[in-house]
């Protein structure tokens, strides 16, 4: 099959709730080539009675998501998300980037959740599965009302993107941070554009993602940086250099997670790491083992986001040593939570 330049899955692999599937995975020595098009993204439309989701993992900071979309044009090859989409019936591979689920009502609904009278308010992440500016939010405009909401309601959010569309909203984050109701955390995993495009194929380059935070960072919004994920031999190395930048830039916050390859995603990833780095293929794959105590899987709390073993430490030092050097004095600041205003409105009593 050729390589579907623009993606990062290059197949689609079985799901696993499935009885019947079709796999583009093995040609098993058929004669005639397996003809593939390069697909086209379809958009499903999605009312969920609920908006806000909630998680207890201990090692995520904040508990309740909001993810106005489900699937990712981003393409990320080694996302976490990507097994999610098994469960509308798609595969974690190709449909998860091109099959996307639009929750249209996501506005209304966190407007009506804050209206409850029952309510308590807590940080809201945006992006806590899938990335809230990817293509499709220029269309949508789904983000932009969300934080229309927040700031209606004044209510904290914080938002995680790999999307330089971020800067159109930045009137409402404007508003949003001189009330210290917001945090923005770039995810930059790398700034070799040639490993970029073929590792997360439609997000925005480093270069507009730096420019962005430095942006955001002088009109007063509190940026910050997440290194992630930390794939051994591929981009470990970048590490120092991607903190400075992220530092002269107005980052002053900064973290890192190691890659895991859960579900079907290791499927994903193994192809496209044999079809674009066959020559370390191996060497990258037993590293990844070895950060997760000989799988490429894990699922405990803590290791999983910075793994164990002395890969894991190595990159650990790299990274700790790096954030000591250029963000020695600097953090965030939490977020207000007193401020929520219920009902939307100002009152005179």
């Not at 044999?274 to 191996?282: C, H």
Request: with cysteine.
């Amino acid at each position: 099959m050729e390589y579907l330049k623009g993606k990062g899955a290059q197949i689609n692999v079985a799901n696993k709730f499935s009885q019947q599937f079709v796999s583009t995975e093995d040609v098993d020595g058929q004669d005639e080539e397996l003809l593939t098009e390069k697909p086209k993204t379809e958009i499903f439309y999605e009312s969920p009675k609920k908006i806000i989701s909630y998680n207890s993992s201990p090692d995520i900071n904040m508990s309740a998501s909001i993810n106005p979309y489900q699937g990712c044009e981003h393409g990320c090859v080694y996302c976490y998300a990507r097994n999610s989409h098994e469960y509308w019936g798609f595969s974690s591979g190709l449909d998860f980037e091109t099959k996307i689920i639009v929750k249209r009502n996501a506005p209304q609904m966190l407007e009506r959740t804050f209206l409850g009278a029952n309510y308590k308010p807590q940080v809201i992440m945006l992006s806590g599965n899938t990335d809230c500016y990817q293509p499709l939010e220029k269309k949508f405009r789904l983000t932009r009302r969300i934080l229309e909401v927040c700031l209606k309601f004044l209510h904290p959010v914080a938002i995680i993107t790999k999307n330089s569309l971020i800067l159109r909203d930045i009137d409402v984050l404007k508003k949003l941070a001189e009330l210290n109701l917001i945090h923005v955390v770039f995810s930059i995993t790398s700034q070799d554009e040639a490993l970029r495009r073929i590792l997360e194929p439609r997000t925005a380059s480093a270069k507009k993602k730096f420019e962005a935070m430095n942006q955001l960072s002088e009109e007063g919004i509190p940026v910050g940086i997440m290194n992630a994920p930390i794939i051994p031999s591929l981009n470990h190395h970048e590490i120092p250099a991607i903190l400075k930048k992220a530092a002269d830039n107005g980052a002053i916050f900064a973290g890192y997670t190691v890659v895991r390859l859960n579900g079907q995603i290791q499927k994903i990833f193994k192809d496209w790491l044999i079809k674009n780095f066959p020559e370390r293929a191996d060497k990258v794959w037993h590293q990844i083992q070895a950060l997760h105590g000989g799988k490429v899987n894990d699922s405990e709390f803590g290791r999983r986001v910075s793994g164990d073993g002395e890969t894991s430490r190595v990159i650990n030092q790299l990274f700790q040593t790096s954030k000591r050097k250029y963000f020695k004095d600097v953090s965030l600041n939490s977020l207000d939570c007193t401020k929520f205003r219920r009902g939307g409105n100002y009152t005179l009593f």
